[in-house]
């Protein structure tokens, strides 16, 4: 007998406009616990301004859009991260300066009594940062420098801050973009264990087919603000997605 996992996030017809252009229209799908979606679609697809909107950088004009089965409106990105949307982008920002578990708890710092006085315990935030970064596979000291660190590794902190503290909804921007082939496996690999260990859906948006369609269950492919396909990875191709970002070959489902 087929799981039936709870519905996280549900978008319903969002429709979004720059001037006399169209971004979005009429965009519709539901995620679940546990499940990768891929959103897939060439340059000016519409990608970005649906994360944009998902993030609460600006609000869609029409449509609406459910968490946890509840209308959210999301006034700015704090907002939206406040109610359970986190975002890692392609060039995470981490003070480059700052080592890795204070990045690690940057704004979540923990802290505990000596005496009267209120201290960072700094040997528990380098405990924790280290083993849940173990966990999803890098293993570095949590006093090296961020600075130090190649692309991935600061991909795997970020990771790890949403793996060790939670969110509803995990939202991934071109994560495997500049990352050498070793890196991009690396990357494909942590994603799919802060999935697996935890009921975080996950939307990867990406223009690379290639790259995700080992490890998503479903791929959205958006064409110039509409969307254009929405599949289970089981039921379609690496081609078959490729051709439809190509024109080559479109079948609309």
Known sequence: MREIRREIIRVEKINKGFGNIFALKDISF???????????????????????????????????????GKEVRFSSPADARSQGIEIVYQFENLIEG?????????????????????????????????????????????????????????QAVALGRVF???????????????LSIKEVDRSLRRIKTVRDKTSIPIIFVTHNVRHIFPIVDRIVVLDRGEKICNKKTEDTTIDEIVQLIAKEKIHLH
């Open 98 to 154: 700052m080592n890795i578990y204070k990045n690690f708890f940057l704004g979540r710092e923990i802290i505990k009594k000596v005496g009267f006085i209120n201290v960072l315990d700094r040997k528990k935030m380098r405990k924790i940062s280290e083993e849940k970064l173990y966990e999803i596979g890098i293993r570095k000291k949590s006093e090296q420098l961020v600075a130090s660190l190649s692309g991935g590794e600061r």
């Open 164 to 178: 060790h503290f939670g969110t509803k909804v995990l939202l991934l921007d071109e994560p495997t973009t500049g």
């Open 30 to 68: 539901t995620i679940h616990e546990k499940e990768i979606i891929g959103l897939v679609g060439d340059n000016g697809a519409g990608k970005s301004t649906l994360l944009n909107i998902l993030v609460g950088l600006f609000p869609p004009d029409e449509g609406k859009i459910y968490l946890e």
